[in-house]
C-alpha cells in the first residue's frame, strides 16, 4: 500500500493488522514502518515505543514467516534509530493531529531507508552485532540528547 493521504482510518488499519500479525507481509513497508514508529511515540514515549516495536516487530516476522535470527528479522540498532528518528522529528514539530506528523513524516527525508547511512558504514549497519543489540553509529554521532538503549 503507498500512502499519500493519511487518514485516521488508515492509520488505525495499519496498527490493527501490524499488531494483530494480519497485515500483508507486502504492505510492511518502508513507510509502514515509520507511521508505527511516529504512532507509537505519540501513544507511549519514546522508551515505551520502543519496547512495543521490539515486541510487535518480533512477532509479526514470525507470523509471517520471517524468521528472526543473525540475518534475518527483527534488527535493534536499525528499530531504536527509526523510533528515535520519529521521536526527533516529533519533539521539533508544533502540536497537529497524529495524521499530519504521519504524512508530514514519510514525505520528509526519512522517507529515504537508506538514511541511516548517513551515521553508519553499510559494514556495521549489516553486522550481526547490530541486528542483535544496539550499536553507536561510527560515521556521524546521532544528534538527539537523551538517548539511552535498554536490552
Known amino acids: 500500500m503507498t500512502y499519500v493521504s493519511l487518514t485516521a482510518a488508515e492509520i488505525s488499519g495499519l ?28 501513544r507511549y514515549g519514546k522508551a515505551m515505543a520502543l519496547e512495543m516495536a521490539r515486541l510487535c516487530i518480533t512477532r509479526y516476522n514470525e507470523a509471517v514467516g520471517t524468521p528472526n535470527t543473525d540475518e534475518s528479522g527483527y534488527h535493534e540498532t536499525i528499530t531504536c534509530f527509526w523510533i528515535w528518528m520519529a521521536d526527533a522529528f516529533l519533539q521539533a514539530q508544533e502540536s497537529t493531529s497524529m495524521e499530519k506528523y504521519c504524512s508530514t513524516f514519510i514525505r520528509s527525508r526519512y522517507t529515504n531507508k537508506n538514511f541511516p547511512l548517513q551515521f553508519y558504514s553499510h559494514a556495521l549497519l549489516f553486522s550481526v552485532a547490530a541486528r542483535k543489540r544496539f550499536v553507536a553509529p561510527d560515521l556521524a554521532p546521532l544528534s538527539m540528547t537523551d538517548i539511552t538503549t535498554t536490552t
Open 15 to 42: 496498527l490493527y493488522q501490524f499488531e494483530s500479525c494480519t497485515l500483508p507481509k507486502a504492505a510492511w513497508t518502508h513507510e509502514a514502518h515509520l507511521i508505527v514508529a511516529v504512532v507509537y511515540n505519540l
